[in-house]
């Protein structure tokens, strides 16, 4: 398979995807000649032109309630949000109109949209608190959203393919961390269900679950604690809404330990409740408390010293690892 990063697997899927159905349009700020703000449609305005690859006011509201009229006419957009953060600008349109759209006609009306977002923290970058947040959880409390958080190449196309082809709006947020992360992708129509998890690492010993840039703080992690003895198994839900909540279960109780980790703050994140789906589910198989990593509660700092002190780190899961191994 050939190998690519997670931005040109983005890239590749939005291109094969405009290929398959004419249906299919981008909509974003300078996402036309200047590719976004992270160069993810490069190339693509070529290809396509100025009536697939729309370049759009600085509105986010205005964006994605363009998308949503396009979306109930027959159309398939795919909208781009420069920030995750600014995502808060369209709130109304996709929690209150998009979501609500399917019940609210009694699912006789549908939106297949995508809303893709970067999102997350860069310590060397300096993006500070209107450019860093983790909003995962703004969105899996909405009844009618799917929110997907890939954290490979593989993944990033497999799962914005599928989301781009089903029948409900679609959050895809991408991790900015992980633009420059290569990994193999498979060639041609490679589509992954959404709602199915994936074990990145078996292990035996402790279950870590992941998602998005914390996967691959969780693999780091793994190699040191492989080295103490500790094999780890690294589940990732992949798709945030709808959970793929068995997996999780089928591992906690192989391994009867788990550490919950996501680079959200803390209180309200999603691995807050993924810890509660363990202790429903799975209290009997534990053999110590369910681990918890994540940001801290305070908004991102500018300092990138600063910065770095607030996340989930590799060093931080270990050590939480060890305290349920040890327990």
Known sequence: MPEL??????????REEMERDKTVFLLGEDIGKHGGAFGVTRGLFDLFGPE???DTPISENTIVGTALGAAVAGMRPVVEIMFADFSALAFDQIANETAKLR?????QCCAPLVVRMPQGG????SSAAHHSQSVEGWYVQIPGLKVVLPSTPADAKGLLKAAIRDDNPVIYLEHKGLY???GEVPDGDYVIPLGHGEVKRPGTHCTVIAVGKMVQSALTAAE???AEGIEIEIVDPRTLLPLDEEMMFVSVRKTHRAVVVSEAPRTGSVS?????RIYSECFDWLDAPVGWVAALDVPVPYSNRLEAEI???PEKIAAAVREACYA
């Open 5 to 14: 990063t997670y931005l040109q697997a983005i890239n590749q899927a939005l």
């Open 52 to 54: 697939r690859v729309r």
């Open 103 to 107: 019940y609210m006609f009694g699912g």
């Open 122 to 125: 860069l310590s060397w970058k």
């Open 180 to 182: 420059g992360e290569k």
């Open 224 to 226: 040191t604690l492989a």
């Open 272 to 276: 807050a409740d993924w810890g509660m």
């Open 311 to 313: 996340w989930p780190t």
